[in-house]
């Protein structure tokens, strides 16, 4: 992973696999992309944000900031990067295969933050390469815990387009049920049926080629205030009266098309 060296390391450890052990670092494999907006006041001046100490009432810098635990009677127990390093917990340097899990298996809901492994010396270019190639003749995930950025997670390892994906998951006390979302309402059998060839005429979907264009309305909602024009919002849909009319319709409109 030459390309590697333009990213930042996030993670520096080793993944374990039998009596195999690799030098890995991980790096973030995905970057969200974000619309920027200034927080302002509603008079316009720009907000401002203060790392204030409490017991001393003043602003302090970046490299002051520690952070802490309670301890049970309640005392507050400064801990800096050297108490952390020696935090007694093995998943904070090593990612240790546990076993293998179906790709197909895995619920999407407990997905957490991809990362990208790569090799972090030479002596691990050779069983990187026989651990992504494993995992790509299985067809299967391997299943492991690591900790990254104060937090043990589960995680699962899959090769992408020849490197190794670490998916880190969230446990199962994070997952909320959705619980009085489900309608009890009855679905007769022509409603499935109509419904089942509208779904089946649809075209596919190339998520490549969609763009997002929230900037785009967003300019042009700050044009319009510039200007001191309104813009029009856009229509809201009405929800269906008659359930089956609306599936005969959704059917017959693309044919007309």
Known sequence: MDAAVNMRAVWSGFISFGLVTIPVRLYTATEEAHTPLDEVHTCGSRIRHHRMCEAEGREVPQEEIAHAGEAPDGQVVVLRDADLEALPLPTKRVIDVLGLVPVEGLDPITLSRAYYAGASAPAGQRPYALFVAILDRCGQAAVAKVTIRSRERIAVL???????????????????EPEGLASSSPVTGQELELASLFINQLAGVDIGELREEYASALEQLIMAKVSGRELAAAPEPEPAVDLVAALERSIREPRER
């Open 158 to 176: 899959w090769p992408r387009h020849g490197a190794l994906v670490v998916q880190t998951l969230l446990w199962p006390e994070e997952l909320r």
